[in-house]
């Protein structure tokens, strides 16, 4: 699946979960205790999940069901900083590097995200292969707007920026 990496490249991922409480609440492979866990075939980790698929979109190189398809148990309880870490190998493959990465959380009350944003940057920042400053992690609550809002859950919009190798 390689083509000619030449520029930049920018791709967008979205994701979003249900809470689930008979699971811990992982979020950009960082655990955050006190608050339920979402609901997903893998950890549930919907940060790792839109970035995933923004790293794949930049790189035309399809999306997370792709190359991690639900219902496989390979990927049953999955750690999904390590389902990213394989996205920026393939991305890596086709010659892109990740030139910086922006998540936007949205949800109600809990969890706050702020208190563990740094903590989401760097550990993300580790498997993207890039400095802590070329990731962004902030939250936003739905001002009370629908099922994020009703605190029924969280969704995750990440922006990925891919450079192209120079050919060798």
Request: hydrophobic share 40%; proline share 6%.
């Amino acid at each position: 699946m390689s083509h000619s990496a030449r520029g930049i490249r920018v791709g967008f991922g979205y994701d979003s979960h249900a809470f689930d409480p008979e699971r811990p609440c992982i979020l950009g492979g960082v655990r955050i205790e006190g608050v339920p866990g979402l609901r997903g075939f893998s950890d549930g980790d919907a940060v790792a999940h839109a970035v995933t698929d923004a790293l794949l979109g930049a790189s035309a190189l399809g999306d997370i069901g792709t190359h991690f398809p639900p219902g496989v148990d390979e990927w049953r309880d999955a750690d999904s900083m390590i389902l990213l870490g394989r996205a920026v190998t393939i991305v890596h493959a086709a010659g892109y590097r990740v030139g910086n990465v922006d998540v936007t959380v949205i949800c109600q009350g809990e969890p706050r995200i702020s208190p563990v944003a740094d903590r989401m940057r760097n550990a993300l920042a580790e498997v993207l292969a890039v400095p802590p400053g070329a990731v962004s992690v902030k939250g936003k609550t739905n001002e009370g707007m629908g099922w994020e809002g009703r605190n029924e859950g969280i969704a995750v919009h990440a922006v990925a920026l891919l450079e192209g190798l120079p050919d060798a």
